[in-house]
């Protein structure tokens, strides 16, 4: 059975950092495609970052780029988001997605992985 657990959420002020990790059970991170993906409040989920599994590439959101790093750690199984110079409207609910396919894309309908979700609030 093939579960993602996130960790890393939590409140910070503007300016801030966190670091966000997708831990897998059940399969090897390595050979899927994940993504990070945000739902603010009243807002649909959107896709933030992915990292792909043929080649490596990344994906970026364009309001993250430049502060958002999405890195794997074969060694632990996870893949993280490191963000950095966090602003208030960064604040949701950020999920981590997986899939066994080599997606050259980050859009939520191609993932059949994910995890509850974690809470990362940004505020003064």
């Known amino acids: 059975q093939v579960q993602l657990v996130e960790s890393g959420g939590g409140s910070v002020q503007p300016g801030g950092s966190l670091r966000l990790s997708c831990a897998a059970a059940g399969f090897g991170m390595d050979y899927y495609t994940v993504g990070w993906f945000r739902q603010a409040p009243g807002k649909e989920r959107e896709p933030i970052s992915c990292i792909m599994t043929n080649n490596r590439n990344t994906y970026y959101a364009d309001p993250v780029k430049g502060r958002f790093t999405i890195f794997r750690d074969s060694a632990k199984d996870t893949v993280h988001l490191q963000m950095d110079s966090l602003r208030p409207d960064d604040t949701g609910v950020y999920y981590c997605?997986?899939?066994?396919?080599?997606?050259?894309?980050?859009?939520?309908?191609?993932?059949?992985?994910w995890g509850q979700g974690i809470q990362v609030t940004v505020s003064s």
């Open positions: 997605a997986a899939d066994g396919t080599p997606l050259d894309y980050c859009a939520a309908y191609a993932f059949d992985y």
